[in-house]
């Protein structure tokens, strides 16, 4: 399968502060998405960005899918953006590779 | 509201027991998984289902038992669990198209006592 990796596996924030996520992956892939898993476990889609760049309030997302990685920005950081980050991506079919995610902590 | 709903949204349960987790899918979707994910590790595949069928069986123990009996429900039966099952159990269902996107339901806190 597709081996996917971010970094960095662990982050702490002052509130307000900018950060970004970064995922690679080993193969062409037919789409990425990123996640937030909140503390009570739930997967939010964040984008679904198989190239190119989005933006939606204080994240945005950029995937260079020939260099195959994708990068997450959160700017202005608040502390309900705590959780951990997942980066996915599709291959063939219904196949979804998940990486380890990014455990963002944000203290006020 | 997520467009996939699990239940229930925890649940204790002896090793001894039987129980089952749903998860229905509003989106008309066509393919249907479930995830395991243990504290503070990645999700784990534990199986896939398209147009009902099983396509995956991620080498889960027999006994975790999926049942798909049409496109929008999803079931986990669970018997004779060891405590080492306890984890986050999330449903996701996709189009089932290449280039597609998965979303998940809200996920069941499964305790083995």
């Known amino acids: 399968g597709i081996q996917v990796e971010q970094s960095p596996p662990d982050l702490i924030l002052q509130e307000g502060a900018n950060s970004t996520l970064r995922c690679n992956f080993s193969?062409?892939?037919?789409?990425l998405q990123w996640f937030h898993q909140n503390p009570w476990g739930q997967l939010i889609n964040l984008f679904y960005?198989?190239?190119g760049t989005k933006q939606n309030g204080r994240l945005s997302a950029t995937t260079v899918a020939t260099e195959r990685y994708s990068l997450l920005y959160i700017s202005s950081s608040q502390t309900t953006d705590s959780g951990v980050y997942f980066c996915?991506?599709?291959?063939?079919?219904?196949?979804?590779?998940f990486g380890t995610g990014t455990s963002l902590t944000v203290i006020p | 509201e997520t467009g996939v709903t699990q239940t229930p949204r925890h649940l204790v349960m002896g090793m001894t027991n039987k129980k089952s987790l749903k998860c229905e899918q509003h989106l008309g979707h066509n393919a249907m998984y479930w995830y395991k994910q243990s504290a503070k590790k990645p999700l784990e595949l534990m199986f896939v289902y398209s147009l009902e069928e099983r396509v995956e069986n991620n080498s889960v123990p027999s006994r975790f038992s999926p049942e798909c009996p049409n496109s929008s429900h999803l079931f986990l039966h669970l018997h004779t669990l060891q405590p080492e099952d306890s984890a986050l159990y999330l449903c996701?269902?996709?189009?089932?198209?290449?280039?597609?996107?998965?979303?998940f339901g809200e996920g069941s806190w499964l305790t083995v006592v």
């Open positions: 996915a991506v599709g291959g063939t079919g219904n196949q979804f590779y």
């Open positions: 960005i198989p190239s």
């Open positions: 996701a269902s996709s189009p089932g198209t290449a280039g597609n996107t998965i979303y």
């Open positions: 193969d062409s892939v037919n789409n």
